[in-house]
Structure formats: structure tokens, C-alpha cells
């Protein structure tokens, strides 16, 4: 079956540090993958997407490439700050007739 | 207006009682969604409907029904609620076409729901 596994936090970083948390997939065929960050009180919103090998989605200075060799779509942020403290999710989407596939989730905590 | 709407926000119920958990978006999607978050445990999905005349279980269904009203109403009940379905529950729609700049899940705020 489908599914995602994320490294598991909390990450806890200082404000300017490198940021990665990993994640790596298990599905058949050619799924789409996102990123998704929970701010504290809120819902889901969409980060980024890569819907096929090699691509580099990108956004708020976040980025993840799809790698199809390794299954992974590692999350990177060059240098963090204090209001990226949330919690992140890695999810894929297998095909057209199927449903989103998450992991259970990293938090990223960081200090000033 | 928020593209996708969770009524209530929050809720205390007992255990037994019948609740309903409401959901209506603006997105024009066909495509909703039931998950539910339990800390350590991420996103679990509930129901799911792909358009007005389909619905279909998720992993986590028994205990849970739902009811799609129009293409732009989800409904998630509990019939006889119980304590562990104290948990974050969010709805969310999809746009499911890969060249859509639109494409993927756009969620609602969710609904805190305590059963005591």
C-alpha cells in the first residue's frame, strides 16, 4: 500500500539555521507529493507540490525536490525563522481515483 | 469568506449524544473530505466523496456517518458519541486535475470536538 514516513520531531532549531526534515514514500506508480504546514489553532495549508521526477517545488523559501531513485522528498529551508514554527506534513496522492496519503506529522520549533 | 467552512469551531458533548459536524466550501470542488487529527497519529481519513452520489469509507469509518447535501456540503455525524472520538476533526476539498495551479487539498480550520 501507500504509504509516508517523516522523521520525527520535535525539531528545535535557533532562529537562521538549516533546516531539513525528511520524508520517504512507499506507492505504486507516479503519486504527486506535498508539503503541508499547521500553523498553532489553525488548519492544513498547502506549502509546496512536486507532481513528477526531478521536480523542485518551492515556496516561502522552503524546498523539496522529488527524488524517484530514493522515494524522498526531503523539506529544506536555508534559514529559518521564528514564525516557521508549526508542524509540517509530508503527503502524497497516488492517482486521479484515490485519496491523500499523509505522515504523521514533524513539529518544528524555533528560537529566537 | 473562507474557501472551505468547519461549523462549529469548538464543541463539548456528552457521551451518547448525537453531534454533527458541518462543512460547506466555495471552491467548486466535487471532491470532500473527513479526516481526523489525534496528536502523534497525523491525519486520518474518515469518509471521503468524490461527487454528490458517492461516498465511501475511509481507514478510520466505524462510528462516523456522513451525508452530501449538494456539491458544496459535507456532513460528518456521531451517533452516539463516545470518549476516544475526542479529537481534531477536519474537513477539506480537492482539486484533483496535476496541471490545475490549483491542484491538492484545501482544508478547513477545523472543529475541536470533545466527547467528556
Known amino acids: 500500500g501507500n504509504s509516508v514516513t517523516q522523521m520525527e520531531g520535535p525539531v528545535t532549531l535557533s532562529e537562521e539555521a538549516f533546516l531539513t526534515i525528511n520524508c520517504t514514500y512507499t506507492?505504486?506508480?507516479?503519486?504527486?507529493l506535498f508539503w503541508y504546514v499547521q500553523y498553532p489553532g489553525e488548519g492544513l495549508q498547502l506549502l509546496l507540490k512536486?507532481?513528477?521526477?526531478?521536480d523542485k517545488g518551492s515556496n516561502k523559501g522552503f524546498e523539496a525536490t522529488y527524488r524517484k531513485e530514493t522515494t524522498s522528498f526531503h523539506l529544506e529551508k536555508g534559514s529559518v525563522q521564528v514564525s516557521d514554527s508549526a508542524v509540517y506534513f509530508c503527503?502524497?496522492?497516488?492517482?486521479?481515483?484515490?485519496?491523500?496519503?499523509f505522515g504523521k506529522g514533524t513539529m518544528l520549533l524555533v528560537s529566537p | 469568506d473562507a474557501d472551505v467552512t468547519q461549523t462549529p469551531r469548538n464543541r463539548i458533548t456528552k457521551t451518547g449524544k448525537r453531534i454533527m459536524l458541518e462543512c460547506s466550501q466555495t471552491?467548486?470542488?466535487?471532491?470532500m473530505y473527513w479526516y481526523r487529527q489525534d496528536p502523534g497519529l497525523g491525519l486520518r481519513l474518515i469518509y471521503y466523496?468524490?461527487?454528490?452520489?458517492?461516498?465511501n469509507k475511509g481507514e478510520i469509518s466505524d462510528g462516523y456517518s456522513v451525508s452530501r447535501q449538494a456539491q458544496a456540503k459535507f456532513s460528518l455525524s456521531l451517533e452516539s458519541a463516545i470518549p476516544n472520538q475526542t479529537a481534531l476533526y477536519f474537513c477539506?476539498?480537492?482539486?484533483?486535475?496535476?496541471?490545475?495551479?490549483?491542484?491538492?487539498?484545501?482544508f478547513g480550520s477545523g472543529t475541536r470536538l470533545t466527547v467528556v
Open positions: 471552491k467548486g470542488h466535487d471532491r
Open positions: 512536486a507532481t513528477k521526477a526531478d
Open positions: 477539506a476539498t480537492s482539486d484533483s486535475s496535476p496541471g490545475s495551479v490549483n491542484y491538492g487539498y484545501t
Open positions: 506507492a505504486t506508480g507516479y503519486p504527486s
Open positions: 466523496s468524490f461527487d454528490v452520489k458517492d461516498i
Open positions: 503527503a502524497l496522492y497516488p492517482s486521479g481515483y484515490s485519496t491523500l496519503t
